[in-house]
Structure formats: C-alpha cells, structure tokens
C-alpha cells in the first residue's frame, strides 16, 4: 500500500511539473536529505560496510537490475535544467553515496556538437554542477563528488541529427573503482 501510494504520489508530482519543461535543482528537492532510505529504496542492512541507512549493498553499483543501473541524466538542447523524470536516478544515486561515504563519484558532463567547443565545454560543466547541487541537496557531501566537463568531444551516438544529439546531452554518474 505504502508503495502504490509513493508511485501515486511520484506521478501526481511528475504531472503537476509537466508543463515547467524541468526543474531547478534548488527546486526539486527540500534541502533536508531523506529519511529512512526514502519511500523507494530499500532498506538493507546486511551489508557491513554501509553507513546507516543502507539503502544499497555495494554490489548493487554492479547489478543490471539495481536503480544505479542508470547512470545517466539526459537534458533538453541548450539547457542544464534536470527533468523531474531523472529524480529518482539522482535521489538512488545519492542513497547510495550516504551509505557508503568512502565512495566517490565523478559527473562528466556531455553535450551535443552544436555550439562553439568553449560553450559547449561550459554548458557540460552546468549540467554535471547541476546534478551535483541535486545530490548535495540529499545531503551527499560534496567532498563525495567530482565534476567534469567533456563539451561535445565524447559523443555516445556520433550522428547529426535530433536522435543523436538527444543522446548526447548527458551526465553521466561514474563511479571510482572501489578498495
């Protein structure tokens, strides 16, 4: 009941910011981090090495399966605002982090090859800043994050065309290997 009631809620709050086109990071969220793993994320505390609340293991980071699959946030053309669909990729991500403080994550910001290489450079650091501000928001310390831009120099679909472009304009969450 309570998780039919959170995905109620989720798609009220989706539908609610439909027309904004995408929301500030200072927003999306409360700054206050969430409680108790959050609403959709289990608790597990079998892990020894998580930091309470556990809402991942370790080997969840590796599990095709897992939310932290998904280790990408996709945006609008020459925009840095996060769209409300990839706030729980980012709150996951961030649950992971609290539970496991020892980790880092690096966002490498990406856009498509329109626009001179020095704003495309800036506008990939606004995008990874920008979901950076959202897993600060959670209460991840930003000692935790790293932020890069790589413009349009790594595209993920080398073509020139809307569907190509679409895939370009990224952050990606990358993980560092782990002791």
């Not at 998580?50 to 609008?76: E, I, Y």
Request: aromatic content about 8%; charged content about 25%; hydrophobic content about 40%.
């Amino acid at each position: 009941m309570t998780r039919l009631s959170s995905v109620f809620l989720l798609g009220f709050l989706l539908a609610a910011c439909a027309g904004r086109g995408g929301l500030a990071p200072e927003e999306a969220w409360d700054a206050a981090p969430a409680e108790g793993g959050g609403a959709d994320v289990a608790v597990n505390p079998l892990d020894e090495d998580c930091q309470p609340p556990c809402a991942f293991r370790r080997a969840d980071l590796d599990d095709p399966t897992s939310p932290l699959a998904q280790r990408m946030v996709f945006f609008d053309f020459d925009s840095a605002l996060v769209k409300p669909e990839y706030e729980p990729v980012i709150r996951a991500h961030a649950q992971y982090l609290l539970s496991y403080p020892d980790v880092k994550v690096r966002l490498e910001g990406h856009t498509d090859e329109r626009g001179s290489r020095e704003y495309n450079l800036a506008l990939g650091e606004e995008r990874a800043k920008a979901v950076r501000r959202m897993l600060v928001l959670q209460g991840v310390p930003e000692a935790q994050i790293s932020v890069i831009s790589f413009g349009e120099e790594i595209p993920l679909d080398p073509g020139h065309d809307e569907s190509a472009w679409a895939q370009n304009r990224r952050v990606e969450f990358v993980y560092d290997q782990m002791p």
